[in-house]
């Protein structure tokens, strides 16, 4: 066969080759065009570190969402028994009103803040009155007159916190309002710790401000007979009685679906006494101030021997009084110390920096969404979601110590997936809010799948990668 040097190849090859290539660009972008998100994986960098632990991209280990959460069988049964039995007049209106009120609700002014907004508006007030000064004036009346706007007006624009007192009409009304909401965030929660430290299983627990005694329900849902004690304290004898109820099923004679559990009205005295579990939800916005919500997370650290979880409404208020806590348990040294074992944030800070959250205009809360089935009334059928924040603070330290080369952030705000490319929202180990534009290309295939894969609320791998030696160079660059 007659060999041909490349200056000497016949035209009609060159044309021959010129063909093929175009019909192989043309098959190559009717490939690219029926599968978007397909990348050569020899252009693609390889992250240093395993992080999926063999697990499929949709449930990778940063995952602790749950899909739509429903209220165990019995207690929803025992809670529509109630209702119809019980029939409180206007129930839903009220349960309306209640959610609304508690969502609304801000914490108690403090006395320190409430005498500097007086003394700033005190001496405002003076410096408008010397400058309208025209002859003698009665200085005693003159300041009169000036404190008595000052009250005036501390009193049309400060917010007046007021304790709501749970008696068995006001108890019926919260079951109806918050039951499937509360269990939802709660369930949420916990579910932090069963995803992320598979090994733990408490065997008691202690719920402070129980209510109606969801936390109980939502841990059994996940530990089940693993508990052999639980004791519920709540101020309120009526809301105690109703969650009694709740546990018999609305039958005095029957045994209670969930065995091993106490309710109590003050907490235990001993501060040698822990709990594997504590947990305080939707309490801490029922005391007074800032210093009995540090005294009370004070106390509940005391008592806890893994883990201490408080959640709150997904509201300003509800997102720094979880700041708060953190700020006293992570920062407070005790005089008297019963365990030494220091406190780390375990869930859903990343990192122990000031929240970066907190310092940017404007200030915004971290919250986090459920969605959940409610309570079978009069208009309520559709799912519903509960907005919360949250902090869990262990003993125990990081359930497992992070590889080298990979750190997780918290998706702090809905994953928006896009064609071939994902935008994130997240708050990472570095104390630092971050907006990710996540790419097979840039971020390595694993990483991607699992950025499309994840939501809100959950924890995004973040990892480092090394380049693939082969360049690969387009027809445009050649």
Known sequence: MQQFTQAETPKHCLVHNYRLNIILNLYIWKFQSFFPNYVSSASLPQPKVDFLKGELHRKHPGVTNLKTVRLPEQLQLAAQSIIHRVRVPQLVERSQKLTSFLWSRKRAVEDLMLRQKAVS??????EKAVQNIRGDVDEQLLEDRIRKKVLSELRRTTYRWTPLKYDEDLSMVYMAARLAGGYAAVRRALNEI??????????????FGSGLGTVAWASHSCWGDSLKEMVCVDSSAAMNVLAEQLLKGDDERAQPHIKHIYFRQFLPVSPKVQFDLVVAAFTLSELLNANDRADAVTTLWRKTNSYLVLVE????????MMMEARDVLLKKQEKVVHDSRPASVFAPCPHEMTCPKLAKEPVTPCNFHQRYHPLPLPGRHECQTEKFSYLILSRTGSAEPTPEGLDWGRLIAPVLCRTRHVHCHVCCSDGRLQHMVVTARKHSRDMYRCARNSEWGDQLPIVEYVEEETEVHSDSES
């Open 121 to 126: 508006m005190e001496k405002e007030l003076w």
């Open 194 to 207: 069963k995803k992320r430290d598979p090994s733990f299983a408490p065997q008691t627990l202690l719920d």
């Open 313 to 320: 409404n997904g509201t300003k208020e509800g997102h720094q």
